[in-house]
């Protein structure tokens, strides 16, 4: 029998990675029976959001270093080396083409990030290509996710996670503020954020 890879993807900014993210990861891995989770931090914005972005290299960095002692998660370089936009079906195309052999491919987002994606152009495009699992996040209003939502699609599953209201924005105020982040991110995180002076500034 040819053995079916089972691989999840955890796209995001991670500026920093915390632990509501490996949180998911890790439950995705073990609710849905996971070989995998590999981690894809996005490239640099090709248009200035409303906020300054820190550099990939730094974002990709931090990744690796917060998922290194779980010999389940890997972090891809596919977005950070891309130029100009990125999608996700251009990602989970790719990934799918580097593994040899048969892939099943679970998309791992938070309930927000789910919502946003049904916003997208194809969302219908990126469900064949993948499962969803949509994580609830604190602070997110889940009864519009399930209003909005087609939870009901066959690709798409709603997963519970212990509740952990951290948010890499609300870390890089904090850091900015002069409040502690120990216990929010690894340890090796806030080493990394503190060695390059990440945050610090006005944006
Ligand atoms: P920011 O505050 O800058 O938006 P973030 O904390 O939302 O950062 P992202 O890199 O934007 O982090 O998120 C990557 C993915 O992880 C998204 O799918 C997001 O929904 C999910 N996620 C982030 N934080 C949590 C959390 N505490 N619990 C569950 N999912 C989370
Ligand atoms: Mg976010």
């Given at each position: 029998m040819r053995k079916?890879?089972?691989l999840g993807v955890m796209g995001g900014?991670?500026?920093p990675l915390h632990h509501g993210h490996l949180v998911t990861a890790e439950e995705a891995l073990w609710q849905f029976h996971l070989d995998e989770v590999v981690f894809v931090p996005t490239g640099?914005?090709?248009m200035k959001a409303d906020r300054e972005v820190s550099p990939a290299e730094h974002r990709y960095l931090m990744t690796v270093i917060a998922t290194a002692s779980n010999?389940?998660?890997s972090v891809s370089r596919i977005e950070v080396d891309r130029e100009g936009p990125t999608y996700a079906v251009d990602t989970l195309r790719e990934l799918r083409q580097?593994?040899?052999g048969d892939v099943e491919l679970f998309f791992i987002t938070g309930a927000d990030a789910m919502l946003?994606?049904?916003q997208w152009k194809d969302p219908e495009e990126v469900l064949e290509q993948a499962h969803f699992i949509a994580a609830t996040r604190p602070g997110y209003d889940i009864a519009r996710f399930e209003k909005e939502a087609p939870t009901s699609h066959p690709r798409v599953s709603v997963m519970d996670i212990p509740a952990l209201a951290i948010s890499s924005s609300d870390i890089r105020r904090r850091v900015r503020d002069g409040e502690p982040i120990r216990y929010l991110v690894p340890e090796g995180?806030?080493?990394y954020i503190r060695k390059f002076h990440l945050y610090r500034g006005g944006g």
């Amino acid at each position: 029998m040819r053995k079916v890879t089972r691989l999840g993807v955890m796209g995001g900014t991670f500026d920093p990675l915390h632990h509501g993210h490996l949180v998911t990861a890790e439950e995705a891995l073990w609710q849905f029976h996971l070989d995998e989770v590999v981690f894809v931090p996005t490239g640099q914005p090709w248009m200035k959001a409303d906020r300054e972005v820190s550099p990939a290299e730094h974002r990709y960095l931090m990744t690796v270093i917060a998922t290194a002692s779980n010999p389940h998660f890997s972090v891809s370089r596919i977005e950070v080396d891309r130029e100009g936009p990125t999608y996700a079906v251009d990602t989970l195309r790719e990934l799918r083409q580097q593994r040899a052999g048969d892939v099943e491919l679970f998309f791992i987002t938070g309930a927000d990030a789910m919502l946003e994606i049904l916003q997208w152009k194809d969302p219908e495009e990126v469900l064949e290509q993948a499962h969803f699992i949509a994580a609830t996040r604190p602070g997110y209003d889940i009864a519009r996710f399930e209003k909005e939502a087609p939870t009901s699609h066959p690709r798409v599953s709603v997963m519970d996670i212990p509740a952990l209201a951290i948010s890499s924005s609300d870390i890089r105020r904090r850091v900015r503020d002069g409040e502690p982040i120990r216990y929010l991110v690894p340890e090796g995180v806030n080493t990394y954020i503190r060695k390059f002076h990440l945050y610090r500034g006005g944006g």
